[in-house]
């Protein structure tokens, strides 16, 4: 079955840096393009990055460009996401997905999520 387990979540500065990995089992990681997604308090499903399967191109909205990185091992079956300059907003539950192959912005399966508190 297929399997998400994300993993380095927890509590940091503002300014400070964390970095996410995701470990992917029972399917063939390697062909998949991989997102990272967080949901913040009493907020909306917000997706953060993702990365494709065959050029590793990445791609970022916005409130993340420059300061966060995904990548992948696709040796290691595994997704990162590095995060520096980190804010208080970046505070949420942040899920690594599957990309569904033919729908832009929608998601086959979810790890677990891993929690990112910023403060001071």
């Known amino acids: 079955q297929v399997q998400l387990v994300e993993s380095g979540g927890g509590l940091v500065q503002p300014g400070g840096s964390l970095r996410l990995s995701c470990e992917a089992s029972?399917?063939?990681?390697?062909?998949?393009?991989m997102s990272w997604v967080r949901q913040a308090p009493g907020k909306g499903l917000e997706w953060v990055s993702a990365i494709e399967a065959g050029t590793g191109n990445t791609y970022y909205p916005d409130s993340v460009r420059g300061r966060f990185t995904i990548s992948r091992d696709n040796a290691k079956n595994t997704l990162y996401l590095q995060m520096n300059s980190l804010k208080p907003e970046d505070t949420a539950l942040y899920y690594c997905a599957r990309d569904n192959s033919w729908y832009e912005g929608e998601y086959d399966y979810w790890g677990q999520g891993t929690q990112v508190t910023v403060s001071s």
């Open positions: 029972g399917f063939t990681f390697s062909s998949y393009w």
